[in-house]
């Protein structure tokens, strides 16, 4: 149902609604919603396109054995057969859709949107009011999606600086991870625990937590471990020895952000700057100033 006032309300506008997705898994559960909606004549009438030839390799796949697929509200004949599904491979495919203004659903990777197709279509979305960006997973820091979903007025997309016009919208249930309950209760269930449990995937401050939580339930303190870039682990029956950690590449405060990232948000800054002076002398003034400075 979020789903679908998301979609109504993005094609309303008039405009395209974009999605990054992941192209495993992720874009296909979207297309089997999106398809329910369809054939539901939920939606208004519209075309959707999954730009990512490695999404569109995986659907194949899901369409090939679709028979055997479980939790589905589409038989074997419709799923992911809607004729308004375009699977997009070739580059001149995907280009030809950034000509389309409007009135399309735009699935791409990837899904933090920091690399791939997503960018072309974001780029020639963003700008426009009655677009759309629908982010539909989590959005790691220093990614281009966690800059959009933070907020940021402008990013800087392949070198170049783009107004957010567009109306930003996150959808949290389709998450492909499970929720911290969910992960505490699958460890309780194989408790007690002979060895060690190794916390790694995932924010620092989320890994801590997801411990203190572990050790709430009695979980023994010593036997969870959370693994610091570079480090690595002998694995031992009953027991997990660290072999210590290599010379470090990367300081620990630029794991999170780096110059780079600094460098898009000035030049984004600096582009806001200049564009609301009232004058061409003011905007030298700036020019001058930052050159001093330099």
Not at 165 to 170: H, L, P, V
Request: charged fraction near 25%; proline fraction near 4%; aromatic fraction near 6%.
């Amino acid at each position: 149902e979020m789903l679908r006032k998301e979609l109504v309300r993005g094609l309303s506008a008039g405009g395209n609604v974009v999605i990054p997705a992941f192209a495993v898994e992720r874009s296909q559960e979207l297309l089997h919603d999106i398809g329910v909606l369809l054939a539901e004549g939920a939606l208004p009438e519209t075309t959707v396109f999954l730009d990512s030839p490695l999404a569109k390799a995986v659907t194949e796949v899901f369409i090939k054995y679709a028979g055997s697929l479980d939790d589905v509200e589409l038989n074997e004949r419709q799923l992911f057969r809607d004729p308004r599904f375009r699977l997009v491979q070739d580059v001149e495919e995907s280009k030809a859709i950034n000509l389309i203004t409007g009135g399309a659903i735009i699935i791409s990777a990837s899904g933090m949107a920091d690399a791939g197709r997503i960018q072309h279509h974001i780029k020639n979305n963003i700008w426009r009011s009655n677009a759309t960006i629908l982010f539909v997973g989590y959005q790691a820091p220093g990614t281009l999606g966690y800059y959009i979903t933070s907020g940021e007025p402008m990013v800087r997309i392949h070198g170049k600086e783009y107004l957010v016009k567009a109306e930003i919208r996150q959808l949290g249930n389709y998450s492909a991870h499970a929720d911290q309950g969910e992960l505490l209760d699958w460890v309780m269930e194989r408790a007690p625990v002979a060895g060690r449990i190794f916390l790694n995937h995932g924010d620092d401050d989320a890994r801590e937590e997801l411990a203190r939580l572990l050790a709430e339930r009695g979980l023994d303190p010593e036997k969870i471990v959370l693994p610091q870039m570079d480090e690595s682990f002998e694995l031992i029956a009953g027991d997990a020895r660290s072999k210590g950690r290599l010379p470090e590449r990367v300081p620990q405060t630029e794991l999170l952000s780096d110059w780079n990232n600094d460098y898009a948000a000035f030049i984004a800054a600096l582009t806001l700057r200049l564009t609301d002076a009232k004058d061409d002398d003011q905007r030298r003034r700036i020019i001058a100033q930052l050159r001093k400075a330099l």
